[in-house]
């Protein structure tokens, strides 16, 4: 039987309509409008295209955006002088550089510079050690939509195996944190795997929840997933054209044998990717909120 796609689209549209719903709200008691900085430092495509996504989204919740695209050439100290600015700007409630930077720019450096209480990506050490000891602020974007998914497509989580494959900052560690957690919607049993573990297939075959971040096409096949598993792929890659000259994106799990096998499964595009921005939106509001005093 084929699996049930979650589809984050769906589930994206209904998120976005809780956060509109709010931002006018705060708007109504205290006047202020949410308001996002981004930073864009050169002109990779998919960066490009993130970005827009992201500023146009906040148009469409009643957020404000500012936009900064800055020259690949920009030195270090020219963008941490923007992003003081930023810092102490009252219209900016977050502030999100886009990531990765160019060579030539210390990308530790430029996460620490931002102010935490406006860090909405959630990567500033000290949001990242909220996230450890479960006091979080920022839950970072990606995994903040992976636990969102998992929750909204009634996915049990506490008790349950997880497997999460990629051991990155942004993904894979996180997740693996936000879910061990001993809190509502985690209480998981969490193992991580990366490129130097031995029999993969092993650990992906007990996975009640299977978290797939290895940022390779084909990673999981249909033989490595459990029967009946959720299969969160959060793969991003860009393969070969379509008819139309595009580049296709597929995900890290090979979607027609893993869709033999799993119960539940997020289809890229339209799982994991829709679901990090609406995350981004909600850390805007967050922001904006704690600025006037409402942890609400
Ligand atoms: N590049 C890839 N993912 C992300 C993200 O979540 N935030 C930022 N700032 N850059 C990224």
Redesign the pocket.
């Known amino acids: 039987m084929a699996a049930q796609i979650i589809d984050g689209r769906a589930i994206t549209r209904q998120v976005h309509d809780e956060i509109r719903e709010e931002a006018a709200d705060l708007a109504a008691r205290y006047g202020i409008r949410p308001g996002l900085a981004t930073v864009l430092v050169g002109e990779n495509p998919?960066?490009v295209s993130?970005v827009t996504a992201k500023n146009r989204t906040c148009k469409e919740l009643g957020m404000e955006s500012f936009h900064h695209p800055l020259p690949a050439e920009t030195s270090q100290e020219k963008l941490l002088t923007l992003i003081d600015q930023l810092n102490r700007d009252e219209r900016v409630h977050g502030i999100?550089?886009?990531?990765?930077l160019p060579q030539h720019i210390d990308e530790s450096q430029v996460l620490l510079s931002i102010d935490p209480d406006k860090d909405v990506?959630g990567?500033h050490p000290v949001n990242v050690g909220r996230l450890m000891i479960g006091e979080p602020r920022f839950p970072?974007?990606?995994p903040a939509g992976i636990q969102e998914l998992l929750l909204r497509s009634n996915t049990t989580i506490r008790g349950a195996e997880v497997v999460v494959v990629g051991r990155s900052n942004?993904?894979g560690k996180p997740i693996a944190i936000m879910l061990v957690q001993k809190a509502d919607g985690a209480d998981a049993t969490v193992t991580i795997c990366h490129t130097r573990t031995r029999h993969l297939e092993d650990h992906t075959r007990r996975a009640e929840i299977l978290i797939v971040a290895a940022g390779r096409p084909a990673a999981i096949s249909g033989s490595m997933i459990r029967p009946g598993a959720t299969v969160i792929d959060v793969g991003v890659n860009r393969v070969g054209t379509t008819d139309s000259g595009k580049a296709k994106l597929v995900g890290d799990v090979d979607f027609a044998s893993a869709c033999e096998v799993a119960g539940k499964i997020t289809p890229v595009p339209g799982g994991v990717g829709p679901m990090?921005i609406a995350m981004?939106m909600r850390n805007t509001l967050r922001a904006a909120k704690l600025k006037v005093g409402d942890r609400r």
């Not at 999100?96 to 990765?100: A, R």
Request: proline letters at 12%.
């Open positions: 998919a960066s993130y999100l550089v886009q990531l990765p990506d990567f970072p974007c990606t942004i993904v990090t981004l």
